[in-house]
């Protein structure tokens, strides 16, 4: 247990490789540094590589590694559908999206919504991203980063909670171009560092059963733990709740990804400093790479739970005598050979410092260009911009260490704890945006109901709704379950997807009932020689989209 010499000396490394590289970085584009799109974008800086590996590397942190490794354990394959679908969605985002923001330079997403309805609707989207990013993302991934790092390591576990947001603070102060550039490296010790995990835990199955080989390692899991390889839960699964049948092809899985990936400036920024083709090869390349996150995430919470069946890790899998899924993917990495466990721990490492950082530098732009720039000081200089941006972000991570404790994240899981929190504005933004792509007579009114009305709607669905109707009719349609009180629900993934349909609804009648979106100002120019894309993206694309059938098909 613990970390070894070999290790430390690994991870010390590693943390030398990233700090060293992004100085570098910082000193050789030194010359453009009071640049405030330079600074907040990396504007024409970054190439599709670097866009995409930032995606990823901004995206995977402590709730895939823990979290979603500990779904692993308990649900299986199925939990592989956030990953597996966001392939699928990044390739919408490519195709329609970028190149929407691109034509009409939208810099940040408050700045859309300033530009498409009104200062009153971006204003209020802001302050909702900016309370979202700090309350729910920034603290859930410093969290449990210091929980997984203080486990794995026997280090204090507010020592190691200072300590990754400081490391992070580093690489965010140099600005995105830093950002995106370490990240490439981030990525790499992320998925050297989770694949070597995965070999283990497969090695782990087959020797225990008396084999050997990886091939061999999964053949076992699959026999052995064949109730978790599936991929669409029936009616009636214990997790049914969680993953709501065809909801994740059919229903509310694409607003959740629809909206993380085309509507969020934490992602879409790593690619608005970019012209469009550059944009769409790093988002295709973000796609590919998405593929591939569940061998490293969530095969090792499998085999876990195997190895657990067989009645290894009784006491490891234990938090104060009860069974505790999040600590599937920190047993097994103790159980890595020294080095090697190094190696894992620098990957885990990068996923939460990456990720931070993504998060911190877009607090940071949303604060600075679309609330300081605009209401404070409108005549500020662009090195005032710079340095207002960078005291944003040590202030959100202050407010993120402080926070975090009370939020109660430990006690619903990472994963679940973001998803769920998220999904009270995501269904009201995706509406407002995504009207206001591709319907001109979408008004600000129309807006301003989706956004601060959709976020009601979610409350009144989650807190109100089971308490005064009884909604197990709704049960045997599948769109209700009953939980550990005995009342009727509505699972989180379909209250998304009504909300979300409600918001539609109200905004087209708003808009018809106002005679002035006939021809409205604001509309977007859109055409259809904007979609075209050239053979490679499109060849690439369709490879995504038949490796993504098969997977469903072979785990249905």
Not at 343 to 368: E, Q, Y
Not at 399 to 420: C, H, N, T
């Amino acid at each position: 247990m613990g970390l070894q010499t070999l290790d430390y000396v690994i991870f010390f490394v590693y943390f030398c490789i990233v700090a060293g590289y992004g100085y570098w970085i910082y000193q050789r584009k030194k010359s453009k540094e009071t640049s405030s799109t330079d600074f907040f974008l990396a504007e024409g800086s970054l190439t599709w590589w670097a866009i995409g590996a930032s995606l990823i590397a901004s995206n995977i942190s402590a709730e895939q590694f823990i979290g979603m490794s500990g779904n692993g354990f308990s649900m299986g394959l199925a939990i592989s559908t956030y990953e597996w679908m966001a392939a699928a969605t990044l390739i919408i985002v490519a195709v329609f999206f970028m190149p929407i923001y691109l034509k009409n330079r939208i810099f940040t997403m408050p700045q859309f919504l300033r530009q498409r309805y009104n200062e009153t609707v971006a204003m209020i989207m802001a302050i909702f991203w900016l309370f979202l990013y700090i309350l729910v993302n920034l603290t859930s991934i410093l969290f449990l980063g210091a929980l997984a790092v203080s486990t794995i390591s026997g280090v204090d576990f507010w020592f190691c909670m200072i300590g990754l947001a400081v490391f992070a603070i580093i690489i965010t102060l140099g600005g995105m171009k830093v950002i995106g550039y370490t990240d490439v490296i981030q990525v790499f010790f992320l998925i050297l560092g989770g694949l070597a995990t995965t070999y283990l835990a497969l090695n782990k199955v087959s020797e225990h059963f008396g084999s050997e080989g990886l091939s061999r390692g999964f053949e076992l899991m699959f026999s052995q733990s064949s109730d978790h390889f599936h991929m669409i839960f029936p009616q009636g699964h214990p997790f049914y709740s969680s993953l709501p049948g065809l909801t994740i092809l059919i229903g509310g899985m694409w607003i959740v990804n629809l909206n993380y990936w085309g509507c969020n400036q934490y992602i879409t920024q790593r690619a608005l400093g970019a012209d469009l083709p550059t944009a769409r090869n790093g988002i295709l390349f973000a796609a590919f790479l998405k593929l591939l996150m569940p061998v490293i995430v969530v095969l090792p919470g499998i085999a876990a739970y195997t190895l657990w069946k067989e009645g290894l890790f009784q006491q490891e899998m234990l938090t104060n005598g009860e069974l505790n899924q999040d600590r599937a993917y920190p047993v097994l990495l103790n159980l890595l050979p020294e080095g090697l466990k190094g190696l894992s721990f620098a990957a885990l490492t990068a996923a939460v410092v990456a990720s931070l950082a993504g998060k911190a530098n877009s607090i940071s732009t949303i604060f600075t260009l679309d609330i300081y720039q605009k209401y404070i000081s409108k005549n500020a200089s662009e090195s005032q911009l710079v340095w207002t941006g960078r005291l944003v972000v040590v202030v959100s991570m202050v407010l993120a260490i402080v926070l975090s404790p009370y939020m109660g994240i430990d006690k619903k899981g990472g994963f679940q704890f973001i998803q769920e929190m998220t999904g009270l504005v995501s269904p009201g933004v995706f509406a407002a945006f995504i009207m206001g792509f591709f319907w001109k007579r979408t008004n600000s009114a129309g807006a301003m109901f989706a956004i601060v009305g959709g976020f009601l709607l979610s409350l009144f669905f989650k807190f109100v709704l089971p308490e005064i109707v009884n909604l197990a009719p709704l049960a045997s349609y599948g769109f209700a379950f009953q939980n550990a009180e005995g009342v009727y629900e509505i699972p989180f993934l379909d209250t998304m997807g009504f909300v979300f349909l409600i918001c539609v609804v109200v905004m087209v009648a708003l808009g018809l009932s106002d005679s002035k979106t006939t021809t409205n100002p604001k509309g977007l120019r859109i055409d259809a020689s904007m979609f075209r894309t050239h053979s490679g993206f499109t060849i690439g694309a369709l490879v995504i989209g038949c490796v993504i059938v098969t997977l469903y098909a072979v785990f249905w």
